[in-house]
Nanobody, 114 residues
Framework: QVQFVESGGNLVQPGESLRLSCEVS????????MGWYRQAPGKQRELVAQ???????NYAGSVKGRFSISRDNTKNTVTLQMNSLKPEDTAVYYC????????WGQGTQVTVSS
């Protein structure tokens, strides 16, 4: 059974940074394009960052230049470094595969507020 365990969320002030981590139980993890998604209250879940097997990254326009996704294929983990956080980044953040997402984990709450 595929599992995603997200961690690292917190309450921070605007302009601060956070680093999210995701442990993935998925065979052949290294071949999957992995992504970080987020869902804000009252909004649909959106993909904000993705990292393909070959290292190609893609970011939503709202986070480009502030967020950075990385992965460790030896540990089956995916990380999202978030800098210069804004109140509009407030959401529950999830990791999952891209294209054909598996069952979702519980996510980790990020709240940006002064």
């Amino acid at each position: 059974q595929v599992q995603f365990v997200e961690s690292g969320g917190n309450l921070v002030q605007p302009g601060e940074s956070l680093r999210l981590s995701c442990e993935v139980s998925l065979s052949d993890f290294r071949f999957y394009t992995m992504g970080w998604y987020r869902q804000a209250p009252g909004k649909q879940r959106e993909l904000v960052a993705q990292l393909a097997f070959g290292g190609l990254t893609n970011y939503a326009g709202s986070v480009k230049g502030r967020f950075s996704i990385s992965r460790d294929n030896t540990k089956n983990t995916v990380t999202l470094q978030m800098n210069s956080l804004k109140p509009e980044d407030t959401a529950v953040y999830y990791c999952n595969t891209v294209g054909s997402p598996h069952s979702w984990g519980q996510g980790t709450q990020v709240t940006v507020s002064s």
